[in-house]
């Protein structure tokens, strides 16, 4: 079956500019990651959802930061106004359950470039 | 808060030789330990985990036994290959946080045939 996808792979945007990321969980995963991965930096955690519900969004670095997942399936990471220290990959993850019980399946990261 | 710190890479073996990859871990409670890889354009997947303290994890040839007494989850196989070639992240997760995962820096591996 499918994995996890994101899209757009790769974004370079202009300082200042929103942009939107995209993530396609596998089907039934009712949890849902998102991670910062900084070059040569291992992944740190952004926002969490469980469905439909963001239950813990502690790691967003500003309130420039914003997550939905409204139907509990597709999420969407939005960056407003963006700057050169947002360029990172970032990464998705899902799983069946909640909990350290359930293994996360990583997507391929999206590439965010801020000139 | 809760952290994990790996060794620096990169690290070069030759193949057949002997890896060890240490992490260590700062947390409250009881936290779950992993092993996660990343091979050259691909995705994280996990490799191995291990969820109470003198637990074993294993998998393709890697081990990593969680000890509580020093706070380490150290990744070793006996006789590395070229095709373990990647980025090797260690990371834990606490306890009622929902399954986030918390991150080292990762460690680069390269192996010579």
């Known amino acids: 079956g499918a994995g996890v996808s994101q899209s757009p792979r790769y974004k370079v945007a202009k300082r200042g500019q929103d942009v939107a990321l995209r993530c396609d969980p596998i089907?039934?995963?009712?949890?849902l990651f998102w991670y910062q991965q900084a070059l040569g930096q291992g992944p740190e955690f952004l926002t969490y959802?469980?469905?439909?519900?963001?239950?813990?969004k502690s790691g967003l670095p500003s309130d420039r930061f914003f997550a939905e997942r409204p139907e509990g399936s597709v999420s969407t990471l939005k960056i407003q106004r963006t700057q050169q220290e947002d360029s990172a990959v970032y990464l998705c993850?899902?799983?069946f359950g909640n909990g350290v019980w359930n293994e996360q399946f990583f997507g391929p990261g999206t590439r965010l470039t801020v000139l | 808060g809760d952290s994990v710190t790996q060794m620096e890479g990169p690290v070069t073996l030759s193949e057949e030789a002997f890896l060890t990859i240490n992490c260590t871990y700062t947390a409250t409670g009881y936290p779950s330990l992993f092993w996660y890889v990343q091979y050259p354009g691909e995705g994280l997947q996990l490799l191995l985990k291990a969820t109470k303290a003198d637990d074993k994890g294993s998998n393709k040839g890697f081990e990593a036994t969680y000890r509580k007494e020093t706070t380490s989850f150290h990744l070793e196989k006996g006789s590395v290959q070229v095709s373990d070639s990647a980025v090797y992240f260690c990371a834990l997760s606490g306890n009622n946080q929902g399954g986030k995962l918390i991150f080292g820096q990762g460690t680069e591996l390269s192996v010579k045939p």
């Open positions: 993850a899902s799983s």
């Open positions: 959802f469980q469905n439909e519900a963001q239950l813990d």
């Open positions: 089907s039934g995963h009712v949890s």
